[in-house]
C-alpha cells in the first residue's frame, strides 16, 4: 500500500513548497530511488526546473523535465507518470488521480493557510481511503 507522509513547514512565501521539495527529492535519490515530481503546469515544472539548477549552490540534484530527458528526479505536470511508481512528490493542491501507483507519495504544506487547508483536504482524502499517513514538522 501507498505510503503517504506530509512534511509541513511553518514558512510562508514563495518557494517554500519547492524548497521542501528539493529536500525530499535530493534525499530520495541519494537513497538510490527514483522521484516523480508532480507540478501544476508546464510553467510550473519549468520555473522548478530553473530553480534545481541554481540552488542550492551547495548541491546538485539530477533532474529533467519528463519530455526532454531521463534523470533520478522527474518533474512533469501531465496526467500520466509514465513508468514512474516509486517516490511522488505532488506540488498540486490536489491528490493526483494515479497516486496510488507510487510506493510512496509525500505532500508539501507551506504555513501559508490556502495552502494548510488544500493540505487538510489531502490529508482526509488519503486518511478516508486508508492510506497510512504521517507528518514531520521541518520546521
Known amino acids: 500500500m501507498t505510503e503517504v507522509t506530509f512534511y509541513l513547514s511553518n514558512k510562508a512565501g514563495d518557494g517554500v513548497r519547492q524548497a521542501l521539495a528539493w529536500r525530499i527529492a535530493d534525499k530520495a535519490q541519494k537513497q538510490g530511488r527514483l522521484v516523480y515530481i508532480h507540478c501544476r503546469d508546464a510553467d510550473h515544472a519549468r520555473q522548478l526546473d530553473d530553480q534545481f539548477w541554481q540552488a542550492p549552490a551547495t548541491g546538485f540534484l539530477p533532474h529533467a ?14 496526467g500520466d ?13 490536489q491528490v493526483p488521480d494515479f497516486a496510488s501507483r507510487f510506493q510512496r507519495v509525500a505532500e508539501m504544506i507551506s504555513g501559508a493557510e490556502n495552502e494548510r487547508q488544500a493540505g487538510r483536504e489531502r490529508f482526509r482524502f488519503y486518511r478516508e481511503r486508508g492510506f497510512p499517513v504521517t507528518t514531520h514538522e521541518l520546521g
Open 65 to 78: 523535465i519528463q519530455q526532454e530527458g531521463q534523470a533520478p528526479v522527474i518533474l512533469s505536470h501531465g
Open 81 to 93: 507518470p509514465g513508468d514512474h511508481h516509486d517516490v511522488l512528490i505532488n506540488l498540486t493542491d
